[in-house]
């Protein structure tokens, strides 16, 4: 059985530590424990906790500086690189994998040594400007070696970077 913890406390924890980034699947979250949506919903749902994070970073002044929050929604796994089509936003919270919440204190995420094609995408939801899609189909370098099969989501982001003073 997941942890059910509320993503308040989750967020408190990670800015009262000093991990460079932590994550939470969707089902360990009161919050999205019993959700059961996919495709547009689940687009919306996550949008809706990125804003709830923003929302509390902001009053907490977060002196750990929090540089970057996001969602990652796993789509598919294959054994080719997949590219985009908007087809597979259809695709959201059907895989085994639930969607996942990050905070990273780096806004630097993707990792250089894989094979991947990434690209921004179009969010299905209107009037999401503060938010960015990135799709990304990629394997690591020893997924590369031992011929693995390909992973491919779909990251929302809200980028929290603050000018420095």
Not at 15 to 36: G, N, Q
Not at 67 to 82: C, G, H, Y
Not at 113 to 131: C, G, K, L, M, S
Request: aromatic share 12%; proline share 5%; with cysteine.
């Amino acid at each position: 059985m997941p942890r059910a913890e509320r993503l308040e406390e989750w967020v408190n924890g990670f800015l009262s530590s000093d991990k460079e980034f932590d994550s939470i699947h969707f089902d360990e979250l009161i919050e999205t424990s019993s959700l059961r949506v996919t495709g547009e919903a689940l687009v919306s749902h996550a949008l809706t906790m990125l804003n709830a994070v923003a929302l509390q970073l902001e009053r907490a002044f977060d002196e750990q500086r929090a540089k970057r929050i996001f969602v990652s929604i796993p789509l598919d796994i294959t054994d080719e690189i997949l590219t985009w089509s908007p087809e597979l936003w259809q695709k959201a919270g059907t895989t085994f994998e639930p969607p996942s919440l990050y905070l990273c204190r780096d806004p630097q995420i993707f990792h250089e040594d894989w094979e991947e094609y990434r690209r921004p995408v179009a969010i299905p939801v209107p009037h999401q400007n503060r938010f960015v899609a990135v799709f990304r189909s990629c394997r690591s370098e020893q997924e590369m070696r031992e011929n693995w099969e390909f992973y491919s989501r779909v990251y929302l982001f809200l980028n929290v970077v603050r000018d420095e003073k």
